[in-house]
């Protein structure tokens, strides 16, 4: 079945740092690809999406782009913010239920 | 619009009772999610129904657990006997069920469990 493995935190990180979580997979078919974040106490929140090989989603200053060859789907921030510190999920699927990675905690100090 | 919703968001109960949690989609949203997330761990797949149709049922669905969808509006997950190791969030997630590839599944805030 379908796999995704995304880079163990916690991360910790001075704010306006660059960040990059790592997440590949593995899949059959052409899934979706996903980033979720999930703030304490609260349920999982869509940060981006890209549906289609190339395809580069975008939200809030994160970025992450589908590449077919590497079977990744990394997120990157240019200067992160305290009120990012949250656990981010990979996740892959779309119409069908979603596998994800085990989570990245991040931690943004002022 | 209001989101998807769940309740109740806490539950704390005896090992051997039985709960119920419910779950609230987006209007108009034919699928509905049922996962289960353990500290420190993503989020697994429990099961899904497409209207009041359930779909497909993930192992980790043993025969303790039963969820509905009666009007293929809301949805029920009911656990019977628990047990210590069904402590986790219960999270639930619509999406539009058109059948498109890139079809996204919001989430609801969650119902947490803890069974002493």
């Known amino acids: 079945g379908d796999s995704v493995t995304q880079m163990e935190g916690p991360v910790t990180l001075s704010e306006e740092a660059c960040l990059t979580i790592n997440c590949t997979y593995t899949a059959t078919g052409y899934p979706s690809l996903f980033w979720y974040v999930q703030y304490p106490g609260e349920g999982l929140q869509l940060l981006l999406k890209?549906?289609?090989?190339?395809d580069k989603g975008s939200n809030k200053g994160f970025e992450a782009t589908y590449r077919k060859e590497t079977t990744s789907f990394h997120l990157e921030k240019g200067s992160v913010q305290v009120s990012d510190s949250a656990v981010y999920f990979c996740?892959?699927?779309?119409?069908?239920?979603?596998?994800f990675g085990k989570g990245t905690r991040l931690s943004v100090i002022a | 619009d209001t989101g998807v919703s769940q309740d109740p968001r806490h539950k704390i109960t005896k090992r051997g009772q039985n709960v119920t949690f419910r779950c609230d989609p987006i209007?108009?949203?034919?699928?509905l999610y049922w996962y289960r997330q353990t500290l420190g761990q993503g989020p697994e797949f429990l099961t899904y129904f497409q209207n009041e149709a359930q779909l497909e049922k993930s192992r980790l669905l043993s025969d303790r657990f039963s969820a509905e969808r009666p009007k293929g509006s809301f949805s029920t997950l009911e656990i019977q006997r628990t047990e210590q190791g069904d402590s986790a969030m219960y999270l639930c997630?619509?999406?539009?069920?058109?059948?498109?590839?890139?079809?996204?599944?919001?989430f609801g805030p969650g119902t947490r469990l803890l069974v002493l």
């Open positions: 996740a892959v699927g779309g119409n069908t239920p979603l596998v």
């Open positions: 997630a619509s999406s539009s069920g058109q059948g498109a590839r890139q079809e996204t599944q919001y």
């Open positions: 209007s108009e949203h034919n699928r």
């Open positions: 890209a549906t289609k090989a190339d």
